[in-house]
């Protein structure tokens, strides 16, 4: 087989795995997995901003110990940084609410 048959095969794969009753899920399988979804999503998507607003405090308050003088500008640009950070944690709560409650 070379690599420019992989699609047909690929489909031919889907399209029996959609027709084939053994492989169909049933309604609480699709629940099932609806709420291992959700929890993945609000999962993984809150380690990132953890760990990035942990490093923001932990850079800032680096800075400022260094260099009292410039606490203003580094509590504003954690401050920033913060809730850049937080707007990925709350885009991984609306993925999860998707699929709690608009999935079918």
Request: aromatic share 4%.
């Amino acid at each position: 087989m070379d690599l420019s048959q992989l699609p047909e095969v690929a489909g031919n794969i889907v399209a029996t795995a959609q027709h084939s009753p053994a492989l169909q899920a049933s309604a609480e399988q699709v629940r099932a997995f609806k709420f291992l979804g959700a929890g993945v999503a609000i999962g993984g998507g809150a380690i990132g901003p953890g760990i990035g607003i942990g490093l923001a405090t932990h850079g800032a308050l680096g800075a400022i110990g260094r260099n009292p003088e410039i606490l203003s500008d580094a509590r504003n640009l954690m401050i920033l940084g913060a809730a850049l950070a937080e707007a990925v944690a709350i885009y991984a709560l609306l993925i999860a609410f998707l699929l709690l409650f608009v999935v079918s």
